[in-house]
């Protein structure tokens, strides 16, 4: 393993949380997604050292923990930008202009979806519906949810990003 | 104005908060069930008030907890479903964000009834709002002993877990869910055996959804027979029906069972955007097949829009106007199912993938003779014969598409163009 791996530690907080979620199911596995997305919180994204870290504290074969990993959208194998910006092109959203939404960011930001800009800062994503079909279409932004968003109110959300 | 069950005190100040739930009688149907009533009457009651699953198959919540064995050696667990996927769906949210104890009480009466003694809540990972609110109120009930080893001072012992999704679809099919709490990717898994008598953990498991178990203290407190007046002969009770796409006035009404579409669309959701002619509505998140405008007098419930060869599905309505074009529509559908396919099953694996191409084919003007025809041949192959039901709902909307809008994608492959293209959009992108 390399020295990157050593570096590789929960804070505190984390393990605290950890210990929790283990307490709240019959077997460790159970944990697993909810301990990918603490890694997450607290590495940023999924390398294979912090899979193969979260793997050991839970006594898995690193190979159940690639698995789970890579079955889920809501894990970033790659780094991302600082801010994630979700826009929804499922149908509700789609007939309310996402396609043209997700057009106009992706010009404005000059990435593409999946993308992350020169910056750092933002890592844009196309995804399917939120839940949130009556106020479409929707974008989400890290954990928080906008609603009947256009190009105007896109611009000022992305405004405060910066 | 029909009586409203879920959503009557929505608008009640802190209703999301234990204090503002019980200032309107919140846990009142607890607190009757475990003074007044044995777990077998609660099941009884439910039972008899023939409440439907709301999280798509309308399968009978009484008779499927009357699955769970009595005697086990092993736990029980409850599953509550709300992952809430199903695009055109947002219903649960209301529920968990605005009446989170409503979803609570109904899983503790839940529980007592069948004998099970942790409930987990697998919640999409998106919904980060509603998952801390949801948190916030179990927390309450674990402070005020309405949670925990002695529910309520009675002998009995309840552990319920927020437990958030990762992201896919597929975790709303009952199994597949099971699977994605025990730490694995979500693919289901073949059935029998039934959760049951082997779900979680290996151990008998209900799964039910939110909006289901958000009835049972209401079905509790005031009784099966009041329940079975309101809604459609075999149907009854409201449902949350959530409108979306080209209405004035998209957003989840609360209405009997049984209400027609053009009620939910034309009534309560504003009707369409001036100038604007109904085209098309998906009734029951995108899953369901489409109906045509000749169509919208049916009930939205469980029976008629299946005599429909339709779906009540999840209750989700997708309004279409004539500015929209259906190929475009399809594909966009067609990618959806292509994309959440498990990949476990070659038939939906392959199946909805090669749909997509071909309905994206047509779409952009590239359709080759025999197209349209290959496209509805292609999703009757991979219906009926695989381990879940996605393959099928993924078939649903190509059959029913091509079917009723056929001369559209015929166009689209003698034309090569969309005949709509020049048709201003109901609501231009932005
Ligand atoms: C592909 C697929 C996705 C599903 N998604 C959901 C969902 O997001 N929420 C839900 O409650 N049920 C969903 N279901 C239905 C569940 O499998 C199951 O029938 C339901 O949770 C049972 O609860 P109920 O009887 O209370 O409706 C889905 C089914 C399939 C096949
Ligand atoms: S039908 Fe599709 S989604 Fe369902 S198990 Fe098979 S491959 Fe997975
Ligand atoms: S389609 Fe975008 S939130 Fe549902």
């Not at chain 2, 949210?93 to 987990?120: D, Q, T």
């Not at chain 2, 990717?185 to 029998?192: E, S």
């Not at chain 2, 190509?398 to 009723?404: A, D, E, R, W």
Request: aromatic residues 8%; contains cysteine.
């Amino acid at each position: 393993m390399s020295g990157e791996s050593n570096e590789i530690r929960f804070s505190q907080k984390a393990k605290d949380r950890l210990a929790w979620y283990l307490t709240r199911y019959p077997t460790r596995q159970a944990a697993l997604l909810p301990a990918l997305r603490l890694a997450q919180e607290e590495f940023g994204h999924l390398t294979h050292p912090v899979m193969d870290y979260v793997a050991g504290q839970l006594e898995l074969p690193p190979v159940t923990v690639y698995e789970a990993a890579t079955f889920y959208t809501m894990y970033h194998k790659k780094p991302v930008g600082e801010h994630c910006v979700y826009v929804c092109t499922n149908v509700t959203c789609f007939l309310k202009g996402a396609d043209q939404l997700l057009e106009y960011l992706s010009g404005k930001l000059g990435i593409r979806p999946g993308q992350a800009t020169a910056d750092g800062k933002i890592t844009l994503f196309s995804v399917e519906c939120l839940g949130n079909c009556d106020k479409a279409p929707t974008v989400q932004i890290d954990d928080d949810y906008h609603d009947c968003v256009t190009t105007e109110s896109a611009d000022r959300l992305l405004e405060k990003l910066r | 104005m029909p009586e409203l069950i879920l959503t009557k005190d929505l608008d009640v100040p802190d209703y999301h908060r234990l204090a503002g739930y019980r200032s309107r009688g919140g846990y009142g149907a607890l607190k009757k069930a475990l003074d007044e009533m044995t777990p077998a009457t609660v099941g009884a009651e439910v039972k008899k008030a023939s409440l439907r699953g709301r999280g798509g198959a309308g399968f009978p919540a009484g008779t499927k907890w009357g699955f769970i064995p009595a005697q086990t050696e092993k736990p029980k667990y409850l599953c509550v479903n709300a992952d809430e996927g199903e695009p055109g769906t947002f219903k649960d949210k209301v529920i968990m964000e605005r009446a989170p104890h409503m979803l609570i009480e109904g899983i503790i009466l839940s529980c007592w009834a069948v004998g099970i003694h942790h409930a987990y809540i697998y919640i999409r990972g998106e919904f980060v709002k509603a998952r801390k609110i949801l948190q916030a109120a179990v927390d309450e009930c674990y402070a005020e002993g309405i949670l925990g080893p002695k529910v309520m001072g009675k002998e009995f012992c309840l552990d319920v877990t927020v437990h958030a999704g990762a992201g896919a679809y597929i975790c709303g099919e009952e199994t597949g869910l099971i699977e994605s709490l025990e730490g694995k990717p979500g693919k289901p898994r073949i059935k029998p055996p039934f959760p049951a008598l082997v779900g979680l953990f290996g151990c008998s498991t209900v799964v039910n959804n939110v909006e289901t178990l958000a009835f049972v203290p209401h079905i509790i407190e005031r009784g099966a027979d009041w329940f079975l007046k309101i809604g459609s002969e075999r149907n009854p009770g409201t449902r949350l029906f959530g409108v979306s796409g080209c209405v004035v006035k998209p957003g989840v009404f609360e209405l009997p069972m049984g209400t027609t579409l053009r009620e939910i669309i034309y009534t309560h959701a504003g009707g369409l955007p001036e100038g604007r002619t109904l085209k098309g509505v998906i009734p029951g998140g995108v899953s369901a097949p489409i109906l045509t405008p000749d169509e919208i007098d049916t009930k939205a419930d469980f029976d008629s829009l299946a005599a429909k060869k339709s779906m009540a599905g999840s209750g989700g309505l997708i309004v279409i106007d004539d500015s929209v074009c259906m190929v475009r529509l399809l594909a966009r559908i067609a990618r959806f199912f292509a994309h959440e396919s498990c990949g476990q099953c070659t038939p939906c694996r392959e199946g909805t993938d090669w749909a997509f191409k071909v309905v994206s084919r047509i779409e952009r003007g590239e359709g080759q003779p025999g197209d349209v025809d290959k496209l509805a041949s292609i999703a009757t192959s991979f219906a009926g014969i695989t381990i879940c039901v996605l393959a099928d709902a993924a078939a649903g909307p190509i059959l029913s598409f091509v079917q009723k809008y056929r001369e559209e994608f015929d166009l689209h492959v003698t034309e090569k163009r969309c005949p709509l293209e020049n048709k201003a959009p109901s609501r231009p992108g932005p």
